[in-house]
């Protein structure tokens, strides 16, 4: 999976199998036009890494030139087609090939033909590596193509995404599935801020803390910050409607994001329960539980570090520290029950540098979007 700009892509045709198609064209039109010089016209700016195999493969002698055109504007189409370099001039009585990285609509199509019927050329025909057949209008015939794709946005291989990915050698596709929704487990010290904070940049999710959360409406004085703090004032929890209403509120104001990481919520059965009918509600639903797993004894040790530099009491005190454990466990097994009878329960080594945590949490996570 890679992100270039907001947008998430995951692998979809490898360079071997593209420069594979790209031989194969180069031979059929070599066979077509052995016992002439062909000028080869590839189309700006995506043609260009297909050009230029393209070239490497074709074993005769040719000639070759670029025009270029412009219709995308970020995913979409302008629907309006500007040349921007124009075709070439000594092109009178001469065979015309022109290279196309992908056609999809055939607007750009139409502006090529109507570029070239104009001129003096011997033929011109289309070669088009990348071929959308499904969008295709059909009004010009394409002459040669590499391979069929369905109508999905790509990049890479001169293929760009305002201006990023053309450089990749492989394509990649747009990853359009659903949101991808965590919740991360881990014991105090397990280094959940830690990982919540490299992922949700990683992968465009909106990290949300429950601890966070409550801090944010209580310190604002928001309605529903009001009535937490008037149950916390009297001594009782806050009931679990008013902490899923908190993350609503969240969730509302972060459409915008691939997918949430729920942090410190769930934390009975009853609460995964509610997140769930929540999130189905917002046709939505929790991908992956991950716990980050540590041995006590490591996990004490790093807390009791912790608490020199940040003067927390109850990260300075073994018994304390071990008390909290205990809670977890007994709050986060029969969680873990719910969790893996929906096949949802990963449980991820939680120990070593930051950088070979996150990887692992990332194989998990990677997993998900191409399930998706």
Known sequence: MIKLHDKYFKPYLGEDEILAAVKRMAQEIAEDYKDEVPLFVGVLNGAFM?????????????????????????????????????????????????????????????????????????????????????????EYQIDYVGMEIPDDFIVGYGLDYNELGRNLREVYQLNQGNMINLVLFGKPGA????????????????????????????????????LAKSYIDRGDLVPDEVTIDMLKDEVEKNQEAAGFIFDGFPRTTAQAEALDNFLESKDMQVNATIALEAEDDILVARLLERGKASGRSDDQDESKIRNRFDEYNEKTAPLKSYYEKQGKFHSVNGIGEINEITGRLAKVIDALFELE
Do not use: W
């Open 50 to 138: 297909f050009v230029s195999d393209f070239l490497k493969a074709y074993p005769y002698p040719c000639n070759v030139s670029f025009v270029r055109l412009s219709s995308y504007q970020g995913l979409t189409s302008t629907g309006i087609v500007e040349s921007l370099l124009d075709i070439p001039e000594d092109i009178n009585g001469k065979s015309v090939i022109i290279l196309e990285d992908v056609i999809d609509t055939g607007r750009t199509l139409k502006q090529l033909v109507h570029m070239f019927s104009q001129t003096n050329a011997k033929e011109f025909k289309i070669a088009s590596l990348f071929y959308k057949s499904e969008i295709y209008n059909g």
């Open 191 to 226: 280094g959940k801020g830690t990982q919540a904070g490299f992922l949700k940049e990683k992968y465009n999710l909106k990290h949300i803390s429950t601890g966070d959360v409550f801090r944010y409406n209580m310190k604002n004085g928001t309605e529903l910050g009001k």
